[in-house]
T-cell receptor
């Protein structure tokens, strides 16, 4: 059974600092996704990572994938208050079934 | 263009009642997903449609839950004999081609409260 674990689950940090959110998964995956969710809102897709070594960047966020370690990271550079949200990673195995399994999310609070 | 829409945005019902939740995907998106999200948790997969057929319904918790997508566009999630434990936000997402992955676009969700 595919399991997806994120850490930390809660993170409070100062503006201007760098930090990394980790996403580990238990079995071979076809794709890994990162999403952002603001309180009371739906999910916004950030990145999809398809292959080992994939790196994608958008603004202050950079996501990477290491399929051998079954690990993805979401790195935040020089955090700003607007990045406060909950970040989810999700993994799918659509070559074997069509489920997409989400982690529990990392609630990020950036202090001004 | 228009994104994924869901109606109603909020639904309050009594235990034992029947409810229908509607999802309008982005036009042309063949893949459609339903998820359920409880407070403080990540979305939980329920069912995936590719076109009109349910390609994977293994996430539906029991036989009180059923979903259809008769014309390959709009989908309806149906819950019979609702229970308090069914209270959650029900999210719908669509993507261009599910089998090859790509970004999913989520709707705003329907908040279901079962009293």
């Amino acid at each position: 059974e595919l399991k997806v674990e994120q850490n930390p689950l809660f993170l409070s940090m100062q503006e201007g600092k760098n930090y990394t959110i980790y996403c580990n998964y238990s079995t071979t995956s076809d794709r890994l996704y990162w999403y952002r969710q603001d309180p009371g809102k739906s999910l916004e897709s950030l990145f999809v990572l398809l292959s080992n070594g994939a790196v994608k960047q958008e603004g202050r966020l950079m996501a990477s994938l290491d399929t051998k370690a079954r690990l993805s990271t979401l790195h935040i550079t020089a955090a700003v208050h607007d990045l406060s949200a909950t970040y989810f990673c999700a993994v799918d195995m659509t070559s074997r079934d069509d489920k997409i399994i989400f982690g529990k999310g990392t609630r990020l609070h950036i202090l001004p | 263009g228009a994104g994924v829409s869901q109606t109603p945005s909020n639904k309050v019902t009594e235990k034992g009642k029947y409810v229908e939740l509607r999802c309008d995907p982005i036009s042309g998106h063949t893949a459609l997903y339903w998820y359920r999200q409880s407070l403080g948790q990540g979305p939980e997969f329920l069912i995936y449609f590719q076109g009109t057929g349910a390609a994977d319904d293994s996430g539906l918790p029991n036989d009180r839950f059923f979903a259809v997508r008769p014309e390959g566009s709009v989908s309806t999630l149906k819950i019979q004999r609702t229970e308090r434990g069914d209270s959650a936000v029900y999210l719908c997402a669509s993507s261009l081609v599910g089998a090859s992955g790509g970004l999913q676009y989520f709707g705003p969700g329907t908040r279901l409260t079962v009293l």
